[in-house]
């Protein structure tokens, strides 16, 4: 089968899409055999991402001229004789270009989707977030699938949880009779420099700890970052172009985090949290994740200030027993097999002649 997948990532508008389409098209590729093209409008280092993994991508030549988006994808659907779309984007494609697409058989699929052309898919997927509650599914005629068990995350994270006893991880059990580590993570690109204040909250403690400061692929303040290091009295390991994130995380103690795809990894790896969030919609968010024991969350960044950083870190670091009942609540929930269940229904909805 031939799957498109549209999605987009930037600096600006974050990685995480990015991600977790390339877990899914990873998934569809190696698992079943199918054919995987990306469609992306916008963002060079995220069209770079995908094409170092060995994906074709079409993009469409706009110009500044007016974009017929509803023509651009029918073209690309021919182009490579797509029989399903996975959207993992908002950026205002109607419902009506979606529904052309589904009558002409096209399976569709959604991911998060806020927008109206969720009404038109086949599969629409969504973790329990507070905002999917509030959504009108008057019309829509799909299947709607609402969970921890749909979040998508690379194949590491999985295999890391088959790899070790879960349970008794020694960086949260076993680990915390000696220094706790800390890491450091803003997602793929940081615009905000969400990592710079994390470090001036760090480096206000006098607890003992290690650091570890992760920067993603769009990271663009490395040079006031380096300046800001060079003073520090702690000692913070950066770090750059990570393989295995999934294998560092389960190396951490307690993670300072944007809210995001970030979340989501360090949670199924039992990593309890400290979240910044960059909007409203992410605290929001977010909320599900502090309901349900995994993490702490400071709210919008703007609004979040070094004092309030550094204390949630120490009271955490310093209270063991709400460390353990974090990191356990979060590998409880987030088993790290959204993709294989996420890929298994398309197949199975494609085999079953779309019914």
């Known amino acids: 089968m031939n799957v498109l997948i549209r999605c987009d990532g930037s ?3 974050g990685l995480g899409h990015i991600v977790r389409c390339l877990a899914l098209a990873d998934e569809f590729h190696d698992v079943h055999n199918c054919r995987i093209t990306f469609a992306m409008r916008k963002g060079p280092l995220g069209i770079q991402m995908v094409e170092e993994k060995g994906y074709n991508v079409i993009i469409p030549q706009e110009n500044g001229q007016s974009f017929d988006y509803g023509k651009w994808l029918n073209d690309c659907v021919r182009k490579v004789d797509a029989r399903a779309i996975v959207f993992d984007v908002r950026d205002g494609l109607t419902r009506s270009v979606v529904k052309e697409l589904r009558n002409d058989g096209i399976l569709i ?9 969720r009404l038109s898919a086949d599969l629409a997927f969504y973790t329990p977030v507070p905002q999917v509650k509030r959504i009108d599914w008057t019309g829509f005629t799909g299947k709607l699938y609402v969970g921890w ?5 690379r194949k590491e994270f999985s295999e890391i949880k088959n790899k070790r006893a879960i349970n008794n991880k020694s960086s949260i059990i076993n680990h915390q009779s000696s220094i706790p580590k800390v890491l450091v993570t803003m997602g793929g690109s940081d615009p905000q420099g969400m990592t710079i204040k994390a470090v001036k909250a760090l480096e206000m403690l006098d607890d003992n700890f290690g650091a570890v400061v992760v920067l993603g692929a769009g990271f663009q303040h490395k040079k006031q970052l380096d300046n800001l290091l060079s003073a520090c009295k702690h000692r ?3 770090q750059e172009n990570v393989q295995n994130m999934a294998e560092l995380m389960s190396q951490s ?3 300072v985090a944007s809210f995001g795809i970030t979340a989501y990894e360090l949670a199924a790896m039992g990593v309890p949290a400290i979240y910044l969030c960059l909007t409203e919609d992410h605290a929001e968010s977010a909320s599900a994740f502090v309901e349900a024991g995994m993490a702490i969350c400071l709210g919008v960044f703007k609004y979040v200030n070094t004092e309030m950083i550094a204390k949630g870190v ?3 670091l310093n209270n063991k027993s709400l460390l353990s009942k974090l990191a356990n609540n979060a590998r409880k929930y987030i088993d790290g097999q959204g993709v294989a269940r996420i ?3 398309m197949i199975e909805r494609f085999e079953t002649g779309n019914e």
């Not at 699929?109 to 052309?117: A, G, Q, S, V, Y």
């Open 11 to 13: 600096p600006e508008i």
């Open 109 to 117: 699929i959604t991911i998060d989707d806020p927008e109206d052309k």
């Open 149 to 153: 068990e749909w979040v998508i995350l």
């Open 236 to 238: 913070f390991d950066m």
């Open 253 to 255: 103690d307690l993670a």
């Open 314 to 316: 120490s009271n955490i």
């Open 343 to 345: 890929s298994h229904l």
